[in-house]
């Protein structure tokens, strides 16, 4: 039988519908390690355990962000949906429960309505809006194109919010505490370096950076980055050991700084600014290191 258009139905009959899993789709419950099982149709067959190490240092310290997906399978027994990663780092951790989203089989359709219908509501934080677009996408098989009809959204929303669940868990803790806007998100997605989106996380946290100006400092260091800005770096003056510390005055100060240096370690160091707002920043960050 073919899959009913969720917005082609009344709304009383999606909030019925959707009133039947609600409790598995906005509620949480904690699973016990021990009574789930891995999926045997994962279609990972292996996991960099490095990453996996990196991950459990992570739930060690802020607790595990994002849910899994499990399914019941029998008393007390659940089978990994999704997440199978975040479960064998929680092993990792010592954790003796994660948090998980619970399905039940054979209610597809049922899921999908109540996931679309919890979308729509206006208490969500974005982590928790882009969770619910990937639990469309990975357990109602949907695209990112058959979703944007689904809720109403441009395919560009809806993967601007998906990449939001590829930041380190501690910015989607920010994010989901309200501590940095999407804005900030969004531009920090755009730096590579899980190290760097942290310092400049932090650094938003610390100095109250504007979204414009995070959105600066990740254009120069992406244009830094760039193969067509070795030229530019040489100009600069300065030998290779020296761009790590390059980029890390970049990222501390609220404007790229002028940096130059020799091999023996001689050099100097201008900070410019381009307004009075500029020059009180970086007085402000200077104080503040006393």
Do not use: W
Not at 69 to 74: D, E, M, N, P, Y
Not at 199 to 204: S, T
Request: hydrophobic share 40%; proline share 4%; aromatic share 6%.
């Amino acid at each position: 039988m073919a899959k009913r258009s969720v917005l082609g139905r009344g709304l009383g009959a999606l909030m019925d519908d959707a009133d039947i899993v609600k409790e598995h789709i906005s509620g949480i419950a904690e699973i016990e390690l021990s009574k789930i099982e891995a999926n045997p149709y994962q279609p990972r067959s292996s996991f960099d355990q490095e990453k996996l190490e990196e991950l459990a240092s992570s739930i060690r310290e802020i607790g595990l962000i994002q849910p899994i997906t499990l399914r019941k399978t029998g008393v007390d027994k659940f089978q990994i949906i999704t997440g199978e990663r975040r479960f064998r780092a929680a092993q990792i951790a010592g954790l003796y429960k994660i948090p998980a989203f619970i399905r039940e089989a054979g209610n597809d359709s049922m899921l999908e309505m109540a996931l679309v219908e919890n979308i729509q509501r206006e208490d969500l934080n974005p982590v928790e809006i882009a969770l619910s677009y990937q639990r469309l996408i990975d357990e109602c098989n949907m695209t990112q194109e058959v979703l944007s009809s689904r809720v109403g959204k441009n395919r560009s929303t809806i993967a601007n919010y998906l990449r939001l669940l590829k930041l380190p868990a501690e910015i989607q803790k920010g994010l989901k505490d309200r501590q940095i806007t999407v804005g900030h998100a969004k531009a920090l997605i755009n730096i590579e370096d899980d190290d760097t989106q942290l310092m400049l996380f932090r650094q938003i946290l610390r100095y109250d950076f504007s979204v414009r100006k995070i959105e600066e400092i990740v254009r120069e260091l992406n244009e830094q980055n760039h193969p067509h800005r070795i030229v530019d770096r040489n100009k600069e003056n300065y030998p290779d050991r020296f761009h790590t510390i390059k980029q890390f005055l970049d990222t501390f100060f609220p404007t790229p700084v002028k940096f130059t240096a020799d091999n023996e370690g001689k050099g100097k160091i201008v900070i410019p600014f381009k307004s009075e707002g500029d020059l009180q920043e970086i007085v402000k960050i200077l104080e503040n290191k006393k």
